[in-house]
Nanobody, 124 residues
Framework: QVQLVESGGGLVQAGDSLRLSCAAS????????MGWFRQAPGKEREFVAG????????YYADSVKGRFTLSRDNAKNTLYLQMNSLKPEDTAVYYC?????????????????WGQGTQVTVSS
């Protein structure tokens, strides 16, 4: 019902910036909360940032607060993650996710729709 396609990943050096995009399509996408998660090798998938349906309220993991900015453009059905001051520990596959509720949460299991992921690698 909802398709998510991420883009914008790549290989950068520590301190650089990247902007991830997530193009969403399907039923009532603009009414759904969305978020970004990441998974590093050998680790569990973790919450990075989330946004409610309107884009007015955002949530961030402590590890990215002040460095990452999440936004959404409902007219374009696109979610963005601006990542600044990247660190090697930010290296992971980044996933875009959506859930039927209009309110974002930090719980991986609460999101029904997932993209394929985009690799972000930060070298030291």
């Amino acid at each position: 019902q909802v398709q998510l396609v991420e883009s914008g990943g790549g290989l950068v050096q520590a301190g650089d910036s990247l902007r991830l995009s997530c193009a969403a399509s399907g039923r009532a996408v603009s009414s759904k909360a969305m978020g970004w998660f990441r998974q590093a090798p050998g680790k569990e998938r973790e919450f990075v940032a989330g946004v409610n349906w309107s884009g007015a309220t955002t949530y961030y993991a402590d590890s990215v607060k002040g460095r990452f900015t999440l936004s959404r453009d409902n007219a374009k059905n696109t979610l963005y993650l601006q990542m600044n001051s990247l660190k090697p520990e930010d290296t992971a596959v980044y996933y875009c996710a959506a859930r039927s509720s209009s309110i974002a949460t930090m719980a991986v299991a609460s999101y029904e729709y997932w993209g394929q992921g985009t690799q972000v690698t930060v070298s030291s």
